[in-house]
Structure formats: C-alpha cells, structure tokens
C-alpha cells in the first residue's frame, strides 16, 4: 500500500516556556520531530510532509536534516489539527493513496503499530483510528464505538458526561486514503468549544457519509506526548530505558545500564562492553567486541572492531578509529583518522588529523591544530613513535617509523625513520642548587632580626 506521512509540528508548545519550539526539544540527543519521522520512514512513505507554524524556520532546518527528500508545508495561524493536516494538501496533490497523520511530539509510536492501522486499511476500512485505553483519559478525545465501528470522536471539551466516562481515547494518530482526508477536512467546521478545525471530526463525517471506520489500538505508552518539561524528562527516562533494552537484545553488556546514556541513532555492536556513566551523543557506531570504558563521552565518532576507548576519553565529531585502536584516560581525539592497532594511551589531543598503523603516541600529546585563525592537519605514519608531550605544530607530516623525542615541539616534517629532537638543551650549574637554598635561609634570617 502506498502511503505518505503527514508530520503536524506547528503548534506552540506553551507549557514548554521556551523559545525553542517543542517539536525541537531534545529527546535522546535527537530533536522530538525526528522520533516521529523515523517511525513513520519505517513505512518507507512515498512523501513525508511536515507542518511547521511556530519556528518554521529552525523545524524545517531539523526536519530536512533528518530527511533531505521531506516537504515543510508552513500552517501560518494555528486553526487545529484539521487545519494542519490541510497544509499538505498541495505537497500530495496526485498522490493516490494512503496519508498517515502523526504528531510530531508524539516520540514513542512504534512501526508494527503503524503496520496495522495499515492493515487495518487494506481490510476495507476507509479511516483507521489509533487508541488506547488510558488509566486516566483526562482531556483526550474519546472512541465512540459500536462493536468494531468507530463512530466519531468527541473531544473532551465537547463531550458528554457520558460520554467522558468513555476509557478509549484518541491518540492523534489516523490514517485515510488522502483524497479523501482532504476532501473531508474541507467538510469540517470549527462550531465547537475551541473554536478549531477538528482532525478528528473527519471520523463522523465519514460515518455520515457511510464510509467505514474503525481503531487500532496499541499501549498507552507508546502515545505518550510531550507538552511540559517534567513529561520530557519522563520521556527521557522511557527512551533510555528501551535503548538499555535493545542493546541488550543486541549483545551488548552492559553492567551498569541505568548509567548509560544513548542517542536516537546510536549503534553498537555484538559483545561489546559498555562500562557505567557513557554518554552517547548523535551520530556513533561502535562495532563489535569493543570496550567503551567507564566515564567516556562519545559523539559523531565511528569505533571499529576490537577499539577500547577511555575511561574518561572524548571522540568528537569525525574521530573515526580504527579496528584495535586504544584510546585512553583523558584523551580527546576531533577529526581524526587513526589506523589498526594504533594507541593514544594518556592524556593527549588528537585533532584534525590522520595517524597510521601501528603508532605510539606518548602522554601529554598536542596536535596544534589551530594557529588562531585557520586548522590545520597533522599527518602521522605507520609504526611511529611519538615521545611524551610532544607538541606537533600542524601541518606538518611525520614519515612512517620515525620518533619524536619527548618534549619537542615540532615545526617541520619529519623524515621516515628519523629521530626529531626539537628541545632546549640542558644546562647544569654544578653546586647551584644548594647555593640557592643558603641564599633564601640567610635572608629569612636578617628579616627575622629585623622584626
Ligand atoms: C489532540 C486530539 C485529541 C487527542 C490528543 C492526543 C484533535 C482535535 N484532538 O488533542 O483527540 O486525544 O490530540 O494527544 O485532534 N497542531 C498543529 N496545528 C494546529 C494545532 C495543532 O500543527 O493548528 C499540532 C500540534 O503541534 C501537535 C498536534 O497537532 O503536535 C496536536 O495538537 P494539540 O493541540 O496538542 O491537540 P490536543 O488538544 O492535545
Ligand atoms: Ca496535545
């Protein structure tokens, strides 16, 4: 069946108190949008429409970020979720098929959900509703069902008492041919106690039109929205706790898991360990059988086969090692190419630069990569061995099993299988040192006497 996906993202967000907009609010290091976008890309949709109306700017910079093909269809003044599904009109004139309405900040809808409200569809059913039962419906719009047949939803302020004590509730999520959905949006009115055009009078209206419509439900959790901080907070916590889950489910040890943070899309492989208090920022793979050790925090990095990384180690955005690569205690590596087998053990910056294989790279390593106005790289070979606190003043090249000794600052390339000693000479003043210290008790002396 094809579909398309209608994303509504324009609404303010008031209960938010921010200036971002609430669809952009982080959840796993990934704005609150892209959570709903990736769950409907599961459908492999043939349009993605996302309505944007507050910081319609910044949500279309994240919602193509996310999915370059996507459409923005702006929803200038906020007139209800009808009014916002009716934005994508022109972005799916012609298209023939099923459009998917979601919320964009509606994070925890889950792909097997939307197969069978699509499902659902294919057995003849015009509208497919999402529900749920909810422990406590409070404002939600409720089902109205005969039997299998939903009627029409009734939103909350324009219910019944009898209505209200209805459980089933609407989880905004529908789905309908499009055509259709656009023809009867146009039919809807705002005649009712908010004054808004009502996505979920399209139910009624089919009905009356002797259509078919019926819903699918699914847990309350996976309609949880986010309209407060607190609840974001919550959602965190939820989020976290599955991504615990599905790395388990993958091979993935962990022993101290509630301590773990992971991203959206973050991707680690079969029996690799992840000590306690890592954070995963976007964009990191790690493959198998490596070991992220405790207290690191990675980010846009990629960790090949066999790599340990940390404790207390930064990969920044584009630090890609290679398989076996160590990375140890309080290093920070941006940028950076670093081949098989190579170690950066201790204390060291490793930034905008390419390593080799088989490279040592002793304690207290600097690339100085910025001259305070341009980067540049540093360009380090195969089998090299950079002596402690170096300072490698880029750019500048080290040729395959050269050395640096330690404490040089290295201003020019150096040659393959050379040693480069860039370092004051020592100087030794023989007796000096004592000289110095009676120097110091005689003046303590005389001030004493003088006081
Ligand atoms: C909606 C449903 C309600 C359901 C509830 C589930 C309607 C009329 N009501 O109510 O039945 O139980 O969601 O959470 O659909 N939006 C726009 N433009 C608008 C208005 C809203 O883009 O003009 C977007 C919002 O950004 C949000 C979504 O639509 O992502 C839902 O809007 P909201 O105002 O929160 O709907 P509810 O009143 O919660
Ligand atoms: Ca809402």
Redesign the pocket.
Known sequence: MKTALII????K?TRMNSDLP??LHPLGSAPLLAHAMRAGATLAPEHTVV?A?HGAEQVRRAALEQDPTVHVAE?TE???????AAQARTALAGFDGTAIVL????PFVQPETLSAMLAARGAGHDVVVLGFEAADPGR??RLVMTGDSLER?V?FKDASDAERQISL????VLACDAALLFDLIEATGNDNASG?Y???DVVGLARARGLKATAVTCDEAE?L?I?TRAELAGAEAAFQARARAAAFENGVTMPAPDTVQFALDTVVGRDTVIEPNVVFGPGVTVESGAVIRAFSHLEGCHVARGGIVGPYARLRPGAELSEDVRVGNFVEVKNAQIGPGTKVNHLSYIGDATLGSGTNVGAGTITCNYDGVMKHRTHIGDNVFIGSNTMLVAPVHIGDSAMTGSGSVITSDVEPEALALARAHQVEKPGMATKLLQILKARKAKQQRGS
């Open positions: 509504l993202a324009a609404g967000g609430k669809v309505v109306g929803q906020q007139l209800g979720t009808g009014h916002a919320f964009g900040d509606t939600y719009g939803i939103e509730c609407n989880s905004g808004e009502y996505l979920t309609t929205g309209n």
